[in-house]
């Protein structure tokens, strides 16, 4: 009965089936905050170049 728990210990130590899993959200995780950093840092230029390019097409520009 010892051996039989010792060995559902050992199964559960080595089981590695949702490593990969969670490996691919790591990075995942890490380039949408990647994402949003950059898109935070040019909100500003962004918005000044998406109001140039409306007012060159004759439309008004949002605030």
Do not use: D
């Amino acid at each position: 009965m010892l051996m039989y728990f010792m060995n559902q210990i050992k199964s559960l130590i080595s089981n590695e089936r949702g490593q990969g899993m969670v490996e691919y959200a790591l990075i995942i995780s890490g380039i949408a905050i990647v994402v949003f950093v950059v898109f935070g840092a040019l909100s500003g230029q962004l918005t000044t170049t998406f109001n140039t390019i409306i007012t060159k097409l004759g439309g008004t520009p949002t605030p």
